[in-house]
């Protein structure tokens, strides 16, 4: 059954910023939908996905990013395929206005499946991605925030929009995405858990799950493996998801979304919001929620 959710960070969003943020992942559901019933691949699907929101301001995941310590824009993406479990993921790229599309890229060409600043810029010029000025990613509003706290600027502000997908295709194949800016005020280099399998992303036969929040303890948790082999277990993704989500709560706040097989899907996180939105072929409703259907029974 052919499915797709979308999230758009977990995080204590104030009430202004959740329409933006709903309508924003209610568009990507809808370009990845629209890729899965023309019969492309769960990877294709979540690309296209990721695009919008890339392309979209409101979001922690290109262009209106948060800003480095540095004062710059620094990206990370990956994307695993549950088909053969192959990944492809890159991090620190500055002049890669859309790091999904170089990720899909690598997917299909690369047998390197990790590439990180120049080496990734390189990888993404000798195959067609136009490199852009870091400038290009910048906008006033993080321009204005990265100025106003620019002396506490590892710690001043830390929400997550980062974007995640998760799809299955008519194949019964999953693949799961993300996209970040990373958290703001980091420092030059900083990779969080959204590009590193098992963390940010995982995706297999049975399932797969994105991951969302602050990076550190979701790598300590392997928050997406985690998940995935709960599931092994209980064949429940809703219980699965919250088994991670817990695991998790010991170290820090996030949260994940996940699809299995069979089109069940779940989103759960100990924030007290993360935007998604999600769409199956059977009941052919996108769907968009600020926050999990159940409450995380801590």
């Known amino acids: 059954m052919k499915s797709i959710i979308i999230h758009g960070g977990a995080w204590n969003m104030p009430k202004n910023l959740e329409e933006p943020h709903l309508k924003g992942v209610r568009e990507a559901c809808k370009a990845g939908r629209d890729l899965l019933l023309d019969g492309k691949k769960s990877a294709d699907a979540v690309t296209d996905a990721l695009t919008v929101l890339e392309d979209d301001e409101t979001f922690d995941a290109g262009v209106g990013s948060f800003l480095s310590s540095a004062g710059s824009v620094e990206l990370d993406a990956g994307m695993m395929t549950g088909e053969n479990q192959d990944f492809a993921s890159c991090g620190s790229v500055t002049r890669i206005k859309n790091p999904i599309r ?151 706040w996030g949260g994940v979304i996940a699809l299995d097989r069979y089109g069940n899907h779940a989103a759960v996180h100990n924030t007290t919001k993360m935007p998604y939105a999600f769409w199956n072929e059977i009941s052919d409703k996108i769907e968009v929620k600020i926050k999990s259907e159940k409450e995380l029974d801590q």
């Open 102 to 252: 170089l990720c899909r890229k690598m997917l299909d060409v690369s047998p390197n499946k990790l590439l990180v600043c120049e080496g990734a810029h390189q990888f993404a010029q000798k195959n067609g991605i136009v490199l852009i000025d870091n400038l290009e990613l910048v906008t006033k509003r993080e321009l204005d925030r990265y100025n106003k706290y620019f002396s506490a600027v590892e710690t001043y502000f830390q929400p997550s929009d980062t974007v995640g997908a998760v799809a299955l295709d008519g194949n019964g194949n999953i693949t799961a995405a993300n996209t970040t800016g990373g958290t703001p005020g980091k420092p030059p280099g900083r990779v969080g858990d959204s590009p590193i399998v098992g963390c940010g992303i995982y995706a297999g036969k049975l399932a797969g799950m994105a991951a969302t929040g602050l990076g550190e303890p979701i790598i300590k948790t392997v928050l997406t493996k985690a998940v995935y082999d709960k599931y092994k277990e209980t064949k429940d993704i809703w219980k699965s998801s919250e088994h991670g989500i817990k695991a998790l709560s010991e170290y820090g």
